[in-house]
T-cell receptor
């Protein structure tokens, strides 16, 4: 158990809908990262937050947004969902802001999103 | 973006054997990491290694930045090493790219 929790574990929804994925980092970790893993695109880094502020942005679509709250949990919002958004969405956390530079990332179990 | 190629795509080993996984990348990088995804989908960050060599137990990694490749060595493999190994590279932590992975199956 990495100490990172993600909810829900599974989510099934329809095209055009909006969903929110939630991530709670390990106690004491200030950074949260979001990743997408799909059959078509493989693993992709989406976005990183550090202590409430956006720190780094990867291949995140404009239909997607994220935020980190004062209690350090994070939410990834996916809107106007398309079939291609079906994927496993991982959250990870680390102590510092450097990502892999000085801090090991601990991954949650993922949320499997299915868009029908 | 930076192109990342991992080889081999698939690897089958007998328990106790050693293996070398390779990651080639197309441009200079300041960020290179190795990850392991077990058969149940759990991801683990193994190494941050943009250059040089690091070791952690039976795993070690070497990156030769000037020649744009990194190697992950697994010694005395165990069935728990099975899964997919990913390499990810980037100019910095922003916008880094994953390879397609090496799927390892260690047989008892």
């Amino acid at each position: 158990d990495s100490g990172v929790t993600q909810t829900p574990k599974h989510l099934i929804t329809a095209t055009g809908q909006r969903v929110t994925l939630r991530c709670s980092p390990r106690s004491g970790d200030l950074s949260v990262y979001w990743y997408q893993q799909s059959l078509d695109q493989g693993l992709q880094f989406l976005i990183q937050y550090y202590n409430g502020e956006e720190r780094a942005k990867g291949n995140i679509l404009e239909r997607f947004s994220a935020q980190q709250f004062p209690d350090l949990h994070s939410e990834l919002n996916l809107s106007s969902l398309e079939l291609g958004d079906s994927a496993l969405y991982f959250c990870a956390s680390s102590v510092g802001a450097s990502g892999g530079l000085t801090d090991t990332q601990y991954f949650g179990p993922g949320t499997r999103l299915t868009v029908l | 973006g930076i192109q990342v190629e991992q080889s081999p795509p698939d690897l089958i080993l007998q328990e106790g054997a050693n293996s070398t996984l390779r990651c080639n990348f197309s441009d200079s990088v300041n960020n290179l990491q190795w990850f392991h995804q077990n058969p149940w989908g759990q991801l683990i960050n193994l190494f941050y290694i943009p250059s040089g060599t690091k070791q952690n137990g039976r795993l070690s990694a070497t990156t030769v930045a000037t020649e744009r490749y990194s190697l992950l060595y697994i010694s005395s493999s165990q069935t728990t090493d099975s899964g997919v190994y990913f390499c990810a590279v980037g100019e910095n932590f922003n916008k880094f790219y994953f390879g397609s992975g090496t799927k390892l199956n260690v047989k008892p």
